[in-house]
């Protein structure tokens, strides 16, 4: 049965029983389209979750000084923060976008295993359900940060370590599954004639994400095995006086962990790579390379994932070819940006919101970019490891990276997936307030960084009172601006301006029809482009 005919079942059946029958579709749906949505949905609802978490941490932080919260609880925060922001917020968002718009990108009727990619969203909530869950046990939640090292995790650890071992088993699964279906999708269903360097940049960059969640989840599910099995069953993988080595678990969980990083970025990039061409009206420049410098960048992630561990002490050698190595993965993804600049170059550009998240992106992340060069020199990093200028690095890419290529991606296709305009005036404010609020956030956080404030801690030295009370303004100001975007999606949703047949029209070489008053401009097309 072809996708449309399945959607047609579903509605003629809910027509003649009522919404019982639309819950149950909702929960038994194998249509493409109605997962992406359930992905998108569930991936705003963690967004809000993580993001209460980080009002409370920086609320702690507003002054020197410990005032509203526990260290410990303050603790459990930037652990569940983390892991909400990776697993139930980033990656469920580009599972969805996978979901709803691959297969219409390469002419296919739905993905390849439709029932399994139910089961992929359904075990998610669960997952986190559990992780939530753990905060309400005695003693609280998991406290030993997002990436759990050892002995943190094992021996300093109480009994939510099982329950954090357990829901991310099943986030794993999830992902795996997710993958698993995006790459036998794209591999066996592409539209006659659809070669692979006429794949869009969208589907690329999602199939080689896949291939990097295939090849590294099972590593993370090692890594949490192995910790349950220190804490409960008394192997000593990671406990030194049983004749194991911590360390060893740095070395497991950044070999996850930093491919980790691109399995969140890619996607971002064929966003970008779809928006961009759209709003210059110009093919996109270079495409050949821009699909071997994702593939480089995925390839590279993994010879890179101790530039994490500079400071364990590791041969020099080691030292330098982890430097080198992470200067390296600078070349592919300078490409990247240098294409997407030379695509706007001359173009005719229109400044829709899509298109400004797209240009902040480019902005923002390269900046991101900048200060984890700075990161990879060996010696610099004795200097910059686990003071809030990593954790300004790192929001830059995946704040003013990943996030705001999800939101660009919304404004978008939500035309196309609700059938409705957005509120382009709302949309704006969001895009500015965002952009100001997310920059007052993390840009003082290199400043305080470099001056020695340490990251996770709920205290610190008077010197930096003055600077944290300005990036805790931004943080509620940035979170705050979000309740605007859901205003947008749910009126949107609602109903409204219907969307005209060509919304953005693509990157055709169209010449851009400048009379016309519409807001969601129309394009005539002359017998040349000019």
């Given at each position: 049965?072809t996708s449309s005919t399945?959607q047609?079942?579903?509605?003629?059946?809910?027509?003649?029983?009522?919404?019982?029958?639309?819950?149950k579709?909702?929960?038994?749906?194998?249509?493409h389209?109605?997962?992406?949505s359930?992905y998108?949905?569930?991936?705003l609802?963690?967004?809000?979750?993580g993001g209460?978490?980080?009002?409370v941490?920086?609320?702690?932080?507003?002054?020197?000084?410990?005032?509203?919260?526990?260290?410990?609880?303050?603790?459990?925060?930037?652990?569940?923060?983390?892991?909400?922001?990776?697993?139930?917020?980033?990656?469920?968002?580009?599972?969805?976008?996978?979901?709803?718009?691959?297969?219409?990108?390469i002419?296919?009727?739905?993905?390849?295993?439709?029932r399994?990619?139910?089961w992929?969203?359904?075990?998610?909530?669960?997952?986190?359900?559990?992780?939530?869950?753990?905060?309400?046990?005695?003693?609280?939640?998991?406290?030993?940060?997002?990436?759990?090292?050892?002995?943190?995790s094992t021996?300093?650890?109480?009994?939510?370590?099982?329950?954090?071992?357990?829901?991310?088993?099943i986030?794993?699964?999830?992902?795996?599954?997710?993958?698993?279906?995006?790459?036998?999708?794209?591999?066996?269903?592409?539209?006659?004639?659809?070669?692979?360097?006429?794949?869009?940049?969208?589907?690329?960059?999602?199939?080689?994400?896949?291939?990097?969640?295939?090849?590294?989840?099972?590593?993370?599910?090692?890594?949490?095995?192995?910790?349950?099995?220190?804490?409960?069953?008394?192997?000593?993988?990671?406990?030194?006086?049983?004749?194991?080595?911590p360390?060893m678990?740095?070395?497991?969980?950044?070999f996850?962990?930093?491919?980790?990083?691109?399995?969140?970025?890619?996607?971002?990039f064929?966003?970008?790579?779809?928006?961009?061409?759209?709003?210059?009206?110009?093919?996109?420049?270079?495409?050949?390379?821009?699909?071997?410098?994702?593939?480089?960048?995925?390839?590279?992630?993994?010879?890179?994932?101790?530039?994490?561990?500079?400071?364990?002490?590791?041969?020099?050698?080691g030292?330098?070819f982890?430097?080198?190595?992470?200067?390296?993965?600078s070349?592919?993804?300078?490409?990247?940006?240098?294409?997407?600049?030379?695509?706007?170059?001359?173009?005719?550009?229109?400044?829709?919101?899509?298109?400004?998240?797209?240009?902040?992106?480019?902005?923002?992340?390269?900046?991101?970019?900048?200060?984890?060069l700075?990161?990879?020199?060996?010696?610099?990093?004795?200097?910059y490891?686990?003071?809030?200028?990593?954790?300004a690095?790192?929001?830059?890419v995946?704040v003013?990276?990943?996030?705001?290529?999800?939101?660009?991606?919304?404004?978008?296709?939500?035309?196309?997936?609700?059938?409705?305009?957005?509120?382009?005036?709302?949309?704006?404010?969001?895009?500015?307030?965002?952009?100001?609020?997310?920059?007052?956030?993390?840009?003082p956080?290199?400043?305080?960084?470099?001056?020695?404030?340490?990251?996770?801690?709920?205290?610190?030295?008077l010197q930096?009172?003055?600077?944290?009370?300005?990036?805790?303004?931004?943080?509620?100001?940035?979170?705050?601006?979000?309740?605007?975007?859901?205003?947008?999606?749910?009126?949107?949703?609602?109903?409204?301006?219907?969307?005209p047949?060509?919304?953005w029209?693509?990157a055709?070489?169209?010449?851009?029809?400048?009379?016309s008053?519409?807001?969601?401009h129309?394009?005539?097309?002359?017998?040349?482009v000019?």
């Amino acid at each position: 049965m072809t996708s449309s005919t399945q959607q047609a079942a579903h509605e003629q059946e809910h027509e003649h029983h009522g919404p019982a029958t639309g819950i149950k579709r909702w929960l038994f749906t194998t249509n493409h389209k109605d997962i992406g949505s359930l992905y998108l949905l569930f991936s705003l609802l963690m967004f809000l979750i993580g993001g209460g978490m980080a009002m409370v941490i920086r609320a702690e932080l507003f002054q020197p000084g410990l005032q509203l919260v526990d260290p410990h609880f303050f603790n459990q925060m930037t652990t569940v923060h983390g892991l909400i922001m990776v697993f139930g917020a980033v990656m469920p968002a580009f599972t969805g976008l996978a979901n709803w718009m691959v297969p219409m990108m390469i002419g296919a009727p739905d993905m390849a295993l439709p029932r399994m990619n139910n089961w992929s969203f359904w075990i998610l909530p669960f997952a986190f359900l559990i992780l939530l869950a753990s905060l309400f046990m005695e003693g609280g939640g998991p406290a030993f940060g997002w990436t759990f090292y050892a002995p943190l995790s094992t021996t300093y650890s109480n009994d939510n370590t099982a329950l954090f071992v357990f829901a991310v088993h099943i986030m794993g699964v999830s992902s795996i599954m997710g993958a698993i279906n995006v790459i036998v999708t794209i591999v066996n269903m592409r539209a006659p004639g659809m070669t692979w360097m006429k794949l869009p940049l969208f589907v690329w960059t999602w199939l080689i994400t896949a291939f990097l969640l295939i090849a590294v989840m099972p590593v993370l599910a090692g890594a949490v095995t192995m910790v349950l099995t220190d804490k409960y069953f008394g192997t000593s993988f990671f406990d030194a006086a049983g004749g194991g080595d911590p360390v060893m678990f740095q070395h497991i969980f950044w070999f996850f962990g930093h491919p980790e990083v691109y399995i969140m970025i890619l996607p971002a990039f064929g966003v970008i790579s779809t928006i961009v061409p759209t709003f210059s009206r110009k093919k996109l420049f270079g495409y050949a390379s821009m699909v071997y410098a994702t593939s480089s960048i995925a390839l590279l992630s993994f010879i890179v994932w101790a530039h994490h561990m500079f400071t364990t002490g590791m041969p020099l050698a080691g030292e330098l070819f982890f430097m080198y190595a992470t200067m390296l993965i600078s070349v592919p993804t300078g490409v990247k940006v240098f294409n997407w600049v030379a695509t706007m170059w001359r173009g005719s550009i229109s400044f829709e919101v899509p298109m400004l998240f797209a240009i902040a992106f480019i902005v923002l992340f390269t900046l991101g970019g900048f200060s984890g060069l700075m990161l990879a020199i060996t010696p610099a990093d004795f200097q910059y490891h686990d003071t809030y200028f990593v954790v300004a690095h790192f929001h830059y890419v995946l704040v003013t990276g990943a996030v705001f290529s999800i939101m660009a991606a919304a404004y978008y296709w939500l035309p196309k997936w609700t059938g409705y305009m957005y509120s382009e005036t709302l949309a704006k404010w969001h895009f500015w307030l965002s952009l100001v609020s997310v920059n007052i956030l993390f840009f003082p956080m290199h400043f305080v960084g470099l001056a020695g404030m340490p990251r996770r801690i709920p205290d610190y030295a008077l010197q930096f009172a003055d600077f944290n009370a300005l990036i805790s303004i931004g943080g509620f100001a940035f979170g705050l601006s979000q309740l605007l975007f859901v205003a947008v999606v749910f009126k949107c949703i609602a109903g409204g301006q219907r969307a005209p047949a060509k919304v953005w029209d693509g990157a055709e070489g169209l010449e851009w029809d400048v009379a016309s008053p519409a807001p969601y401009h129309t394009f005539s097309t002359p017998p040349e482009v000019k």
